[in-house]
């Protein structure tokens, strides 16, 4: 009996590994690009985030907000480590409980997983996309380019949208489209958002810990504490990845707060200003030893202290105004980046249509879908792999199991 997984990346090589375990299974991994997860290894810049020691309390969105449930209470974060440890991978977990390699190199991640495919029951055919996928009486018909592959269960593992450059694409869910089953309207999540103020390209590259806030007009929508990177068009960085999803969806006033002294207050920060004041700093140091330089002259600037003379030649007020802004630093925001830059698609093929307990599609026998193509995204920080390698192995089990 063949079990045929379309997709190997994180999902689809969870998937092959699982059904693979069970010795009456043979499986056929296909793979569009030259090598399996390309994705993977470009994840988490190049460390990949694994998992998070704490996904089981959450942090998944979707149209059906628990459905990731049943497949994390089966094989969470613990379980998968514990598998990764077998397959020989060493980890390492940051007191925010994301885990990460212990070679610090995404690379070690793909590299446990292809030499574990290595295996009797497991054909890989990779530079094979799949174009086509038919019922059959028997089973399904998987066609590409010249090849067409029969088999008695299909999981369909293509991924999401999301990070186009690194082989995301449309192709699962018109796959899964052209099965019956439907899609909802795709989102980027975890992506950088752009800003209206001129002034960020000057900040290209400088990072910073703040306390970051989203308004629509008056309302607060999302805020969350991290780590912040500038990039040449607007904001990025975790601490925006967090507060990303849903940000100028729809029209309307749309800001960012910035404190970049989340844990000193305005009124400590005036004080060491003030005392500087009483010195012969250079007006463009005024923030220095505080923030990260160009960032302390570009708020200065924003509130009018520029020029070449001397911190004891501002205004008490300016100081005050200053010691204000570094708290409370305001930019415009006009849009997220595409898909090309997002980290994970929200949205995709609708999970009331797949059973929750073993991944199996409601309305195609035989049929499973597992990772980024289901309508299942999670927070920045492991989240999403951890969906894919829980997702990946129900769908890998349940798929042998349903043949004995
Ligand atoms: C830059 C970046 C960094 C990220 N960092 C992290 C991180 O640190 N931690 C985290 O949890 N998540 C991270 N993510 C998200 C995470 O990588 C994805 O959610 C996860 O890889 C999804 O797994 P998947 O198996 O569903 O899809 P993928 O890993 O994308 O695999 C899908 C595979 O299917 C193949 N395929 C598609 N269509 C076809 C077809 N028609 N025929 C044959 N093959 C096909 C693709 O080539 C691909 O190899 C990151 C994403 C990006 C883009």
Wanted: aromatic share 6%.
């Amino acid at each position: 009996m063949v079990i045929g997984i379309i997709g190997a990346g994180a999902s689809g090589m969870a998937a092959a590994l699982a059904a693979a375990e069970l010795p009456e299974a043979r499986v056929v991994l296909l793979e569009r690009q030259a090598r399996v997860g390309r994705k993977l290894q470009a994840t988490g810049n190049g460390r990949c985030n694994l998992t998070n020691l704490h996904a089981l309390r959450g942090g998944y969105h979707g149209q059906e907000p628990d459905f990731w449930g049943k497949a994390l209470e089966r094989f969470g974060p613990e379980e998968t480590l514990g598998w990764f440890r077998g397959l020989g991978l060493f980890t390492v977990a940051e007191e925010s409980g994301r885990v990460y390699p212990y070679s610090d190199q995404a690379n070690s991640v793909v590299d446990v997983l292809r030499f574990a495919l290595d295996r009797p029951n497991i054909t890989l055919k990779t530079g094979f996309e799949v174009e086509k996928v038919r019922k059959t009486s028997a089973g399904f018909r998987v066609e590409g380019a010249g090849e067409t592959v029969e088999c008695d269960r299909l999981i369909v593992a293509c991924g999401g949208l999301a990070g186009t450059k690194l082989g995301g694409s449309m192709s699962g869910y018109k796959l899964l489209r052209s099965l019956g089953h439907h899609c909802t309207k795709l989102r980027p999540a975890l992506v950088q958002l752009k800003t209206g103020w001129s002034g960020v390209a000057a900040l290209k590259g400088v990072r910073a810990n703040c306390h970051a806030e989203i308004y629509r007009g008056e309302t607060l929508i999302s805020r969350s504490t991290g780590e912040l990177q500038f990039t040449e068009y607007g904001l990025s960085g975790p601490v925006i990845f967090e507060i990303s999803r849903d940000v100028c969806q729809g029209a309307g006033d749309w800001r960012c707060r910035l404190d970049f002294l989340p844990e000193v207050s305005r009124e400590e920060l005036a004080g060491e200003l003030l005392r500087r004041k009483g010195t012969r700093l250079p007006v463009s140091e005024l923030l220095t030893g505080i923030l990260h330089n160009r960032l302390g002259r570009v708020l200065a600037q924003a509130v009018g202290i520029v020029g070449s003379g001397f911190a004891a030649e501002v205004s008490e007020d300016s100081l005050w105004n200053l010691a204000q802004t570094v708290k409370g630093f305001e930019v415009s925001l006009t849009e997220p980046l595409g898909m090309d830059s997002a980290q994970v698609t929200a949205g995709g093929i609708l999970t009331s249509e797949f059973d929750p307990e073993t991944l199996e599609s409601r309305l195609v026998p035989g049929l499973y879908a597992c990772g980024e193509v289901l309508d299942v995204d999670g927070d920045c920080g492991g989240y999403n792999l951890q969906w894919a390698w829980s997702s990946g192995r129900l769908a890998g089990t349940s798929a042998g199991r349903n043949m004995i």
